[in-house]
């Protein structure tokens, strides 16, 4: 079962910039921990490559995750299974989207317009 606590390692974060699934990475920051692309890093890209700017605070990834796990517990209160494949919204600018939800395992899109605009 999907809970608060093993939320955090069966949602995968993945870059919403790039045709291929590419993992955001927990950095920390200055002031607070955020998750970034690694593709922000000139060693992760080729030399074609751009520099990918999308991230995530580390408020907004709880956020994220609050709104998943309410409604997978919404549907096991009422007996019923719920698949958020394809499952999309978008807050504060940042957009996301269900890549794949199966079993306990969710991979989010997540796109910052914002930061990307930088
Ligand atoms: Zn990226």
Known sequence: ????????????????????RVEMVINNGPHSMFYSCPKYYPENRTKEERACNNRINL????????????????????????????????????EYKVLEHSGDKLYVQILNLRAMKR
Do not use: Q
């Open 59 to 94: 408020i907004e990834y709880r956020k994220m995750i609050d709104k998943l796990m309410g409604m997978i517990a919404e549907a096991e209160v009422n007996g019923e299974t719920i698949d958020l494949t394809n499952f999309k919204w978008s807050s504060k600018g940042t």
């Open 1 to 20: 079962m999907l809970t608060i606590e093993n939320s955090w390692k069966n949602i995968v974060p993945i870059c919403g910039n790039h045709k291929e």
